[in-house]
């Protein structure tokens, strides 16, 4: 056969095999289609997810999964529902029958439709229709599918606008606050639909709240903002319309003549301080006189806040800056925690010279009462992963120390980034601070498997305090300590003390799975079944549950704790931990 000819025989077969079925040339596919339609309990429903997957021969496929919507079983129509999203534009013929599952008595049903309706990407009047009015579905889940599901068939703002209006007048607040999310999710391109909320008494104050979040981007909205504070007499409103304002930032100045009067509200205290606050945000032109009027004011709150706005101001002032200092870290020890979290973003926020702030926070926090050193720990925690690039700073300042180890453990996860500070610190010829920082490293968690060496050689320190702080940590740290797990095995076959029991509990959490090591933890942990100590019965049952069924042998021993054991906590947890092990 010459080459003219095998070129038309390989035309004709490829013509062939198109003329089929799409699903013959699939096996997998007509497999679970199948069992889809004729199949049942969990292989039915595994294989609807699994046409989804594929989303293949759609001309096949399709029809069969719409058929399956109208199922009795509840399951199926979510299912299939999820699985024509899946199939994108290739299933819009499928708009019809999902629309009708947005009225399905089972929420669950209505999310996958909607999800799907938002993924066929049908852009119809009637499921842009249907979708605004799931907006304020009574469940949120709907509800938060529709908004999404409208905002990825982009129909235009103004039809998505409505959907995000009705949802903010919803009576379900969850409903509103999806809305709301939607709203701040858009940033500068919500502003014409926060314009217009603005204007409306039921979603005036979650407009503002989304304009707080939004922050600069918002910033055309300030002309409406403004008018809002000349018109209502609502204090929360007015408070949440300046912390809007004060977000935008330099850019709402325009408001300032509107803000200064609220310094001398007098039917809520927290009406000024709120003023006081968006002023110094807002970089207000000729607001000093007014902040020092509000200075005399018995409001110690607005003291502390006009203080800080005074300096934001007149950032060149080092009197202004040294009594914002004094003000705000006062406020650091506040027993109100609303002072406490301003003053800890004061702080932050006013970046003052940390010769300057460094020695006064030092000296509130070295006030003799206690509380009022853990409430400066709090609100500097209070700041988040924020706080920690200047807590490394003091880590390396010793008298700065001990607090900023204290801040740091109060953090836990957020402070991942500062464990190679405190591995140097750990350093330090110091059994106190060592203690402290093994505890930092164990509220650290998983992020500090770094210390793991170091806490691994702890283990075999002449401080008891050191031992047991390390083998906490080493336990907090979990399956990444590995580093550690020759010290602590060692520690369990040197003796029997709570050092090697400690050690086998770490080593349940860290190497569940390592036979090896299993077998040298398992009898350790039974013999803690039966220690007099309520804790140490507790610890070893939760390190057998760490286990899992590696801890198989242990069952008899388990029951007996679960059913016998005088404290009605190992018995529970004995309880909770037999099923890990059956697991």
Same mark, same amino acid.
């Given at each position: 056969?010459?080459?003219?000819?095998?070129?038309?025989?390989?035309?004709?077969?490829?013509?062939?095999?198109?003329?089929?079925p799409?699903?013959?040339?699939?096996?997998?596919?007509?497999?679970? $289609?199948?069992?889809?339609l004729?199949g049942?309990?969990?292989a039915?429903?595994?294989?609807? !997810?699994k046409?989804?997957?594929?989303?293949?021969?759609?001309?096949v496929?399709?029809?069969?999964?719409?058929?399956?919507l109208? &199922?009795?079983?509840?399951?199926?129509?979510w299912?299939?529902?999820?699985?024509?999203?899946?199939?994108?534009?290739?299933?819009?013929?499928?708009?019809n029958?999902?629309?009708?599952l #947005?009225?399905?008595?089972?929420?669950?049903?209505?999310?996958?439709?909607?999800?799907?309706?938002?993924?066929?990407?049908?852009k119809?009047?009637a499921t842009?229709?249907?979708?605004?009015?799931?907006?304020?579905?009574?469940?949120?889940?709907?509800?938060?599918?529709?908004?999404?599901?409208?905002?990825?068939l982009?129909?235009g703002?103004?039809?998505?606008?409505?959907? #995000?209006?009705?949802a903010?007048?919803?009576?379900?607040?969850?409903v509103?606050?999806?809305?709301l999310?939607?709203i701040?999710?858009?940033?500068?391109?919500?502003?014409?639909?926060?314009?217009d909320?603005?204007?409306?008494?039921?979603t005036?104050?979650?407009?503002c709240?989304?304009?707080e979040?939004?922050?600069?981007?918002?910033a055309?909205?300030?002309p409406?903002?403004?008018?809002? #504070?000349?018109?209502?007499?609502?204090?929360?409103?007015?408070?949440?319309?300046l912390?809007?304002?004060?977000?935008?930032?330099?850019?709402?100045?325009?408001?300032?003549?509107?803000?200064v009067?609220?310094?001398d509200?007098s039917t809520?205290?927290?009406v000024p301080?709120?003023?006081?606050y968006?002023?110094?945000?807002?970089?207000?032109?000729?607001? /000093?006189?007014?902040?020092?009027?509000?200075?005399?004011k018995?409001?110690?709150?607005?003291?502390?806040? !006009?203080?800080?706005?005074?300096?934001?101001l007149n950032?060149?002032?080092?009197?202004?800056?040294k009594?914002?200092?004094?003000?705000?870290?006062r406020?650091?020890? /506040? /027993?109100?925690?609303?002072?406490r979290?301003?003053?800890?973003?004061?702080?932050?926020?006013?970046?003052?010279?940390?010769?300057?702030?460094?020695?006064?926070?030092?000296?509130? !926090?070295?006030?003799?009462?206690?509380?009022?050193?853990?409430n400066i720990?709090?609100?500097?925690?209070g700041?988040?992963?924020s706080?920690?690039?200047?807590l490394?700073?003091?880590?390396?300042k010793?008298?700065?120390?001990? $607090?900023?180890?204290?801040?740091?453990?109060?953090?836990?996860?957020?402070?991942?980034?500062?464990?190679?500070? $405190?591995?140097d610190?750990?350093?330090?010829?110091?059994?106190?601070?060592?203690?402290?920082?093994?505890?930092?490293?164990?509220?650290?968690?998983? !992020?500090?498997?770094?210390?793991?060496e170091? #806490?691994?050689?702890?283990?075999?320190?002449?401080?008891?305090?050191?031992?047991?702080?390390?083998?906490y940590?080493?336990?907090?740290?979990g399956?990444?300590?590995k580093?550690?797990?020759?010290?602590?095995?060692?520690?369990?076959e040197?003796?029997?003390?709570?050092?090697?029991?400690?050690?086998?509990?770490?080593?349940?959490?860290i190497a569940?799975?390592?036979?090896?090591?299993?077998?040298?933890?398992?009898p350790?942990?039974?013999?803690?079944?039966?220690?007099?100590?309520?804790?140490?019965?507790?610890n &070893?049952?939760?390190a057998?549950?760490?286990?899992?069924?590696?801890?198989?042998?242990?069952?008899?021993?388990?029951?007996?704790?679960?059913?016998?054991?005088?404290?009605?906590?190992?018995?529970?947890?004995?309880?909770?931990?037999?099923?890990?092990?059956?697991?």
């Amino acid at each position: 056969m010459n080459l003219y000819f095998t070129r038309i025989a390989a035309s004709l077969l490829g013509l062939a095999l198109l003329s089929l079925p799409c699903v013959a040339a699939i096996p997998d596919t007509a497999k679970e $289609l199948d069992t889809a339609l004729n199949g049942s309990g969990k292989a039915q429903y595994k294989a609807i !997810a699994k046409l989804g997957e594929y989303h293949e021969a759609a001309d096949v496929v399709v029809p069969k999964l719409r058929d399956l919507l109208k &199922s009795t079983d509840q399951q199926i129509r979510w299912r299939s529902a999820r699985a024509l999203g899946h199939y994108g534009p290739e299933a819009k013929d499928a708009a019809n029958d999902l629309r009708s599952l #947005l009225k399905d008595s089972d929420p669950i049903v209505q999310y996958h439709a909607a999800i799907a309706l938002g993924k066929i990407e049908d852009k119809s009047d009637a499921t842009v229709d249907a979708l605004v009015d799931a907006a304020t579905n009574k469940d949120p889940r709907v509800a938060r599918a529709a908004i999404e599901a409208l905002r990825h068939l982009k129909p235009g703002p103004q039809r998505v606008a409505a959907a #995000l209006k009705q949802a903010l007048m919803s009576n379900d607040q969850a409903v509103m606050l999806h809305a709301l999310e939607a709203i701040v999710q858009e940033r500068g391109k919500a502003v014409p639909l926060l314009k217009d909320a603005l204007k409306q008494p039921e979603t005036a104050y979650l407009a503002c709240t989304a304009i707080e979040q939004i922050g600069p981007p918002a910033a055309k909205t300030v002309p409406e903002l403004t008018e809002l #504070l000349g018109k209502t007499k609502h204090s929360q409103l007015l408070i949440q319309t300046l912390l809007a304002l004060a977000s935008i930032g330099p850019a709402a100045q325009p408001a300032e003549s509107a803000v200064v009067p609220l310094l001398d509200f007098s039917t809520d205290q927290t009406v000024p301080v709120a003023a006081a606050y968006a002023l110094g945000s807002i970089g207000a032109k000729n607001a /000093n006189g007014a902040l020092k009027n509000a200075l005399a004011k018995n409001n110690p709150f607005l003291h502390m806040v !006009a203080s800080w706005s005074l300096a934001m101001l007149n950032p060149n002032d080092q009197q202004l800056m040294k009594n914002a200092v004094d003000a705000l870290t006062r406020g650091l020890a /506040n /027993n109100d925690p609303q002072i406490r979290t301003a003053a800890a973003k004061g702080l932050q926020k006013l970046q003052p010279p940390p010769e300057m702030v460094g020695p006064v926070i030092l000296q509130v !926090a070295s006030d003799p009462d206690p509380n009022v050193s853990a409430n400066i720990v709090n609100a500097i925690a209070g700041l988040g992963e924020s706080a920690v690039p200047r807590l490394i700073r003091a880590l390396q300042k010793p008298k700065a120390r001990p $607090l900023a180890i204290r801040v740091l453990t109060k953090l836990g996860p957020k402070a991942a980034d500062a464990v190679p500070a $405190l591995i140097d610190v750990a350093k330090a010829p110091d059994s106190d601070i060592k203690e402290k920082v093994n505890f930092a490293l164990a509220a650290i968690g998983p !992020a500090a498997a770094p210390a793991s060496e170091m #806490l691994g050689n702890d283990v075999a320190s002449n401080d008891r305090r050191i031992r047991e702080s390390a083998l906490y940590a080493l336990r907090e740290i979990g399956p990444e300590a590995k580093a550690a797990v020759p010290a602590l095995t060692s520690k369990i076959e040197s003796d029997d003390s709570f050092d090697a029991m400690a050690s086998a509990w770490a080593l349940a959490r860290i190497a569940p799975k390592d036979k090896t090591i299993t077998a040298k933890v398992l009898p350790v942990l039974v013999r803690g079944l039966s220690n007099d100590d309520e804790l140490t019965r507790l610890n &070893s049952v939760q390190a057998l549950a760490d286990l899992g069924p590696a801890a198989e042998k242990a069952e008899p021993e388990l029951k007996k704790a679960a059913h016998d054991d005088k404290s009605p906590a190992v018995r529970e947890a004995a309880t909770d931990a037999l099923k890990h092990v059956a697991d």
